[in-house]
């Protein structure tokens, strides 16, 4: 798979980061490398091994189901740019 | 175990301008797990509180906090899974499926895609005694919700409250094995009533705590049997998929105007795109949610802040011996036990509550009777107040002694509901009422015979009409029940009214 011009600014408008038109290209080399190192290991016979997904032999945590947070709504507001009567405001979106 | 057996439904047809068509549809349905606290955070689920008051930082999405799973939604993701004889698979795993909207401060949000909690059950949806259909469920996966956001309190703004972000909801994704809109709104229906019955989700539809996704196609009489005979999806046609529909009537309309939409493009010759659609209540109509699309890159993948989620069978085992009777099964049930309609098990299946209070009632008494009460005079009573079965003024005890006043003859049916409104509305017990308002029924055949002897004196023009034509004995009967204010037993006024007349 490789990575062109216009899949590089695809990638970047997901993400919501600005990529200036003359950038794009060193964005789509860079990318490529990556995936060239993954094709490199793709390399590799993994037949009839699990993935491993931890390097630690550790079950996923759990926890109760008790009320043991929130009631902070000042906190939580506190670093938004706006924020009216207790709700969060930003720019209008409409469906 | 039980069954009641059933034909399945006819598919719905639309007349199209040119042929018939018929509909394929199938479910995303959200629903929300009911839990104390969120999926991945220590934050309540509380309806209705104060806006982001709900929130913990890992709701808020603040940098470093981490998610850790609320044992309790699982538990009630597998429960539900149960009562959809699925399958369950001990080992599942969280994804990251990520789109950027103000409600989801992540920035994705946290669910299974390749690697669901719950595999494939099926559900049977009923249409009415003796049918149903038997929808497949493909998966059920859980999820985290999003906020809300609020786009009418300013002109300018839209405000977000991420109380109900993180929230945990439950998938479930059905085959499209629906074929018509009644059939959809049944299928929620049943969903919503399996999932009372287990706890596992309130169901209610107003908070959002029950939403749905309806994907529809149309087709030509004939194509949905050869899917089903060769399980190829390219025989049907392009499907449309309605997005987050909070109410049965909605669900409808919106899939018969989609439906009628469709067949109007088909039949002008063009093609139905496969797109995401908003329902609009206010129109009656669905548009396409076009803007949207770029968005529907989703990027998915395994989200590295969870370990896969290991549960043990033994674990399941236990939840699934501690599941209560579901509604198919009580219904069946009652039909057998109490030898009443299954229109009327369903009636009183369709609530578990409505359905204890019922079997309370019928406890050691005549079940069939009990039925035909609690159905036709508590309901009737209770709907006609907007009350629910907990609010009922009268109780089951209570409501057990008419059955029980009726079964032993001392109250006609017809005073038993005098008796009865006297009870709902006063709250008093119904021996008592019978007892000091002097309701007992006159079974003294004295007192009856002295009542008719009373009647056939003073209308002996009558008593010679009778004679000639039978049928008017019934005049007296009415009489004596009149001049007795009801209380006689009309079977036994009958009786000695032949007698006496000598027919």
């Known amino acids: ?95 | 175990m039980l069954d009641l057996t059933y034909e399945p439904p006819k598919p719905k047809v639309i007349p199209g301008a040119k042929h018939d068509w018929e509909l394929v549809i199938g479910l995303e349905v959200h629903a929300q797990v009911a839990s104390k606290a969120k999926l991945f955070s220590g934050a309540s689920t509380q309806f209705g509180a104060e806006p982001n008051s709900n929130v913990a930082f890992v709701d808020a999405a603040m940098p470093g906090m981490l998610p850790v799973i609320n044992e309790v939604c699982v538990a009630q993701a597998v429960r539900t899974g149960l009562g959809l004889k699925a399958k369950i698979n001990l080992t599942s795993a969280f994804d990251r499926k990520n789109y950027f909207y103000p409600d989801l401060p992540q920035g994705y949000q946290i669910s299974q895609l390749y690697h669901p909690l719950v595999g494939e059950g099926e559900v049977l949806v009923d249409m009415g005694p003796g049918i149903a259909r038997r929808v497949r469920i493909e998966r059920i996966h859980m999820e985290q919700d999003a906020g809300k956001s609020i786009h009418d309190m300013d002109p300018n703004v839209t405000f977000v409250d991420l109380n109900r972000t993180g929230v945990a909801l439950m998938e479930i994704v059905s085959r499209p094995d629906i074929r018509g809109p009644e059939e959809a709104a049944a299928y929620v229906g049943k969903l919503r009533q399996i999932m009372r019955y287990l706890g596992t989700c309130d169901g209610n539809m107003q908070n959002g705590n029950l939403r749905a996704d309806v994907n529809v196609s149309v087709c030509r009489p004939g194509d949905y049997e050869r899917y089903q005979e060769t399980g190829d999806h390219s025989v049907l046609g392009t499907r449309c998929e309605i997005k987050n529909m909070n109410s049965m009537r909605f669900i409808q309309a919106a899939i018969d105007y989609e439906a009628r939409r469709q067949i109007q493009i088909l039949e002008g010759g063009g093609t139905v795109d496969q797109e995401t659609r908003l329902y609009d209540p206010d129109r009656g109509e669905t548009r396409s949610m076009r803007s949207k699309e770029e968005a529907h890159d989703y990027r998915y993948f395994p989200d590295p802040d969870l370990l896969p989620l290991e549960i043990e069978q033994d674990w399941v085992d236990d939840i699934a011996g501690a599941l209560p009777e579901l509604p198919d099964q009580k219904k069946a049930r009652f039909v057998a036990d109490y030898g009443m309609t299954e229109y009327d098990a369903s009636v009183l299946t369709a609530e578990v509550e409505n359905a204890a209070f019922f079997e309370e009632v019928a406890r050691g008494r005549d079940g069939k009777l009990a039925a035909n009460w609690v159905i036709n005079e508590l309901f009737g009573r209770l709907k006609k107040e907007d009350h629910s079965i907990a609010e009922s003024p009268i109780s089951a005890a209570q409501l057990g002694q008419i059955i029980e006043l009726i079964q032993a003859d001392a109250i006609s049916g017809k005073i038993a509901k005098e008796v009865f409104e006297i009870a709902y509305t006063s709250g008093r017990d119904p021996a008592e009422i019978v007892e000091t308002e002097g309701l007992k029924q006159v079974t003294d055949t004295g007192a009856i015979e002295a009542a008719v002897d009373e009647v056939i004196a003073a209308n002996p023009a009558q008593v010679e009409k009778a004679q000639a034509n039978p049928k008017l004995a019934g005049w007296f009967v009415g009489q004596v029940m009149k001049a007795t204010g009801g209380k006689a037993n009309p079977k036994a006024v009958n009786e000695i009214v032949q007698t006496k007349l000598g027919l």
């Open chain 1, 1 to 95: 798979m490789s990575i062109d011009k216009a899949q590089a600014a695809h990638v970047a408008k997901l993400a919501r980061i600005k990529v200036e038109d003359d950038a794009l290209p060193a964005l789509a080399e860079e990318f490529n490398t990556i995936l060239g190192f993954i094709e490199q290991l793709n390399e590799v016979d993994i037949e009839g091994v699990e993935p491993m997904v931890s390097v630690t032999p550790m079950r996923l945590k759990r926890r109760e189901d008790v009320v043991t947070d929130g009631q902070m709504p000042d906190k939580v507001l506190s670093n938004a740019p706006d924020a009216r009567e207790g709700f969060f405001a930003v720019p209008k979106v409409v469906e």
